[in-house]
């Protein structure tokens, strides 16, 4: 069964500078891996998804990632933050026909 | 734009009490979602359904059941509340088998007294 790890449960970095946002996950098959953005008090929005092709996929407000199936990762990064990027950033990956399992989150702290 | 709507924000209930929390998708999709939300914990799946009166159990379906009577409307419903149930509950929709995004709700912050 696939699992998700993200070791950083909070990540804090001063505005304009770059971050990355680790993401581990486990699977024996082929996977389809997403990050999510959750700001306070509202649902999860798609930053960007993985589904196949190119390794790097772009998201939306500037953020990227990138599929490593070697180190089985997908982190999230961003050359340069903004305040309104504080938010909670989670990790997710399923197999086809199964289920979207997610990560137990990164909360990032951008400060002025 | 996919919308996803659930009928509550904030909610206070009291133990024992039945709770039902709603959600309406409006982008005919086949797949639905419930999941709570805890600190430290992510997003643990409770019930999904794949089709109008189909229900299948997530990780943590105990103390939970659901209805879909139609496609777009899928209820979560706690049948005793207990405090261990104070949560924050996130609907998510979508189509397809895996390779598709989800789409979720703003949320129902749940609070059972």
């Known amino acids: 069964a696939q699992s998700v790890t993200q070791l950083d449960s909070q990540v804090p970095v001063f505005e304009e500078a770059p971050v990355e946002l680790r993401c581990n996950y486990s699977?024996?098959?082929?996977?389809?891996l997403f990050w999510y953005v959750q700001y306070p008090n509202q649902g999860l929005q798609l930053l960007l998804k993985?589904?196949?092709?190119?390794?790097l996929v772009k998201g939306i407000n500037g953020f990227e990632a990138e599929f490593n199936k070697s180190q089985t990762s997908f982190h999230l990064r961003k050359p340069s933050v903004h305040i309104s990027d504080t938010a909670e950033y989670f990790c997710?990956?399923?197999?086809?026909?199964?289920?979207?399992?997610f990560g137990t989150g990164t909360r990032l702290l951008v400060s002025p | 734009d996919v919308k996803v709507t659930q009928s509550s924000r904030y909610l206070v209930k009291r133990t024992g009490e039945k709770v039902f929390l709603e959600c309406v998708q409006d982008?005919?999709?086949?797949?639905m979602f419930w999941y709570r939300q805890d600190p430290g914990l992510g997003l643990r799946l409770i019930y999904f359904?794949?089709?109008?009166?189909?229900?299948e159990k997530g990780d943590i379906p105990e103390g939970y059941s659901v209805s879909r009577e139609k496609k777009e409307r899928f209820s979560l419903i706690l049948e005793s509340a207990s405090t261990n149930q104070t949560s924050m509950y996130l609907c998510?929709?979508?189509?397809?088998?895996?390779?598709?995004?989800?789409?979720f709700g703003d949320g129902t912050r749940l609070s059972i007294l």
């Open positions: 997710a990956v399923s197999e086809l026909f199964q289920k979207l399992v």
């Open positions: 993985y589904l196949s092709g190119s390794t």
């Open positions: 359904s794949y089709d109008v009166k189909m229900k």
């Open positions: 699977s024996s098959v082929s996977v389809y």
């Open positions: 998510a929709s979508n189509r397809g088998r895996g390779n598709q995004p989800q789409h």
């Open positions: 982008m005919d999709h086949e797949n």
